[in-house]
């Protein structure tokens, strides 16, 4: 008898964007003539940008070729991707990463689902709330958690709340946890950590032995030279923090998938017997077993993103969809929404109407005006009563979504 992982029963049934995708196609099944504006998950919609598809072709006729074709890559990454990330991702900023300390990989959901596992069981989790599913789910998955509670979280779990009195940036708990995940600029809430703030979650970590997982998937839309892109620009995060990237937002990657993981040398845990252990060697191992590398064509692609003219083209996209946010923000408050984000970040996190709870919301919206957005308590209980809205569209799509919205609650 094949007995199964009972963990995962303590999910709900289905995860957040399936279930927005079922709502979705039932409306417009029944409503065949809607033209239904998406603006719920988080995909891009412009093209990749010319330098990245020559590369890709260029790479493609290299596997076409015996004498240039390659098989199995290295699992950390291509020499000529990892020295790309380290000077224009870390060098350009004033940041040392050595080529070793990077992880190249398929996808930053991935990284960020995958990296619980060179932790103990037995490890005090932390998440902000609200907060990118993937955090929590992966760790109920794992068993670090008893069933769901009646207030929607899950005991065993640190639930940090971000709100309005505190700008969706919760500060460090008083007591100590052993790893938390943080996200900057903020997916849901488009909202970005500032360098005192990271500053004070970097002497806690320290103060606490504790490990800060950086989700860094956006940096590249924030739009103020002093907030910092990385948390290596902190001292000291080099021994507590471990950082997420992704090109699915900075270079339209997210049909591609190409992400990396930085996990410093000297970020150490503890093993059973009390001695140090190397997290980078953990993560080493658990990379190279389970993980094969991404492909070589993909690769080629993502260091083509640093080159000057994929590095003007991406930037111009980013602008694009910036606008959008622009757009959207002033927009929904002309109609009389609470509105945060969309200055740092693609996302808008808007109040709901009227005190509606956030699936009401999502419901009214999309058979109101035919425009479909993210619940906030989708993202944990802190969400509810909010909404999360993306830049990613086309500009007709964005001006179209926000007349229909306007003409309706407006």
């Known amino acids: 008898m094949a007995r199964i992982n009972e963990h995962y029963a303590k999910l709900p049934a289905s995860y957040l964007f399936p279930e927005i995708g079922r709502r979705v196609r039932a409306y417009a099944a029944a409503h065949p003539e809607a033209k239904v504006i998406r603006l719920g998950i988080g995909d891009v919609t412009e093209p ?32 000529f991707l990892v020295e790309a990330i380290r000077q224009n991702d870390y060098a350009a900023r004033g940041v040392e990463i050595a080529a070793d300390e990077i992880f190249v990989s398929d996808g930053s959901k991935c990284d960020s689902g995958n990296i619980q596992e060179i932790f103990s069981l037995a490890a005090r989790i932390a998440v902000t709330d609200p907060v990118y599913p993937v955090y929590v789910d992966s760790n109920v998955m794992a068993g670090r958690t008893a069933a769901v509670g009646a207030d929607g979280r899950y005991p065993g779990l ?11 940036q919760p500060e460090p708990p008083a007591e100590g946890v ?27 970590a320290k103060q606490h032995d504790a490990i800060i997982l950086f989700d860094a998937a956006y940096e590249s839309y924030i739009s103020d030279p002093a907030l910092p892109r990385s948390i290596y620009e902190i001292p000291g995060a080099r021994d507590c923090a471990l950082e997420l990237r992704s090109f699915s937002k900075r270079a339209g990657f997210t049909g591609v ?16 017997d009390g001695a140090r252990v190397s997290l980078n060697a953990l993560w080493a191992r658990r990379h190279t077993t389970k993980f094969n ?28 969809y910036m ?5 959207l923000r002033e927009g929904l408050s002309a109609a ?36 479909v957005g993210t619940p906030g308590s989708g993202f944990g209980p802190a969400g509810e009563g909010y909404f999360r809205l993306s830049g990613f569209n086309s500009r007709a799509n964005i001006e179209e979504a926000i007349q229909r919205i306007r003409r309706v609650f407006g």
């Open 178 to 204: 052993d790893v938390v995940y943080l996200c900057s600029p903020n997916n849901p809430t488009g909202t970005v950590a500032t360098r005192a703030q990271l500053e004070r979650w970097v002497a806690w």
């Open 293 to 320: 590398g991404a492909s070589y064509v993909v690769q080629r692609g993502a260091a083509a993103a640093y080159s000057r003219a994929g590095l003007a083209q991406t930037t111009a996209q980013i602008a694009f």
């Open 257 to 272: 998938r190409c992400a990396f993981l930085v996990v410093p040398k000297t970020v150490t845990g503890v093993g059973a």
């Open 336 to 371: 009389g929404f609470t509105v945060f984000g969309g200055v740092h970040a693609p996302y808008i996190w808007l109040r709901t109407h009227g005190g509606a709870t956030s699936w009401e919301f999502f419901d009214r919206l999309l058979t109101e005006t035919q425009v």
């Open 323 to 327: 606008e959008n946010a622009r757009l």
């Open 48 to 79: 990749l940008a010319p330098a990245i598809v020559d590369a890709m072709h260029a790479a493609v006729d290299e596997m076409g070729k015996r004498e240039t074709f390659r098989g199995y890559g290295p699992e950390q990454g291509y020499d």
């Open 158 to 168: 640190t639930y940090l709340v971000g709100n309005e009195a505190n700008g969706f």
